[in-house]
C-alpha cells in the first residue's frame, strides 16, 4: 500500500487508475462475502441425512430430537444446548442470546426518580 505522501506526488491520471482498481476489488470482495453468507444460510437448511427432516414441534423429548434427521441449523442447536446443559457458560448464554432469552445487561429503574430543577434546591 502506497503512503498518503507518496499518493500526493502522483499524477492525476494514476491515481483515478488506482482508484479505479481499488474500486473493482472491493466490489469482488462485497461479492465474495455475499456468496459466502448465502452458501452458509443454504448449508443451515439441509438435512443432517437423507430423508425428510423432523420438525422440533413433532418429537416429543429433546432424547428424541437428538436421534431425529433434523437440519444442520437444528443439529447446532442441539449441540449448543448439549454444551449448555454439561456446564459450558458461554454456551449458555450463547443459546439464550440466541433465543432471545438473555437476560439485559442494562438496569432500568422506573420507579421512584424525582426530578428537581436547579432553583428548588435547598441552598
Given at each position: 500500500?502506497?503512503?498518503?505522501?507518496?499518493?500526493e506526488?502522483?499524477?492525476?491520471k494514476?491515481?483515478q487508475?488506482l482508484?479505479?482498481?481499488?474500486?473493482?476489488?472491493?466490489?469482488?470482495?462485497r461479492?465474495?462475502?455475499?456468496?459466502?453468507?448465502?452458501?452458509?444460510?443454504?448449508?443451515l437448511?439441509?438435512?443432517?441425512?437423507q430423508?425428510?427432516?423432523k420438525?422440533?414441534?413433532?418429537?416429543?423429548?429433546?432424547?428424541?430430537?437428538?436421534?431425529?434427521?433434523?437440519t444442520?441449523?437444528?443439529?447446532?442447536?442441539?449441540?449448543?444446548?448439549h454444551?449448555?446443559?454439561?456446564?459450558?457458560?458461554r454456551a449458555?448464554?450463547?443459546?439464550?442470546k440466541?433465543?432471545?432469552?438473555m437476560?439485559s445487561?442494562?438496569?432500568?429503574i422506573?420507579?421512584?426518580?424525582?426530578?428537581?430543577?436547579?432553583?428548588?434546591?435547598?441552598?
Open positions: 500500500m502506497a503512503s498518503k505522501k507518496h499518493l506526488t502522483l499524477p492525476k494514476e491515481l487508475e482508484a479505479r482498481k481499488a474500486g473493482k476489488a472491493s466490489g469482488e470482495a461479492r465474495q462475502a455475499r456468496s459466502m453468507r448465502e452458501q452458509a444460510r443454504a448449508m437448511d439441509m438435512a443432517m441425512k430423508g425428510v427432516t420438525d422440533i414441534e413433532d418429537v416429543p423429548s429433546y432424547s428424541a430430537f437428538k436421534k431425529a434427521n433434523k444442520t441449523r437444528n443439529e447446532m442447536l442441539v449441540r449448543l444446548m454444551m449448555a446443559l454439561s456446564g459450558d457458560i449458555y448464554e450463547l443459546y439464550l440466541v433465543a432471545g432469552e437476560p445487561d442494562k438496569l432500568e422506573t420507579q421512584g426518580i424525582q426530578i428537581i430543577e436547579a432553583d428548588e434546591l435547598p441552598e
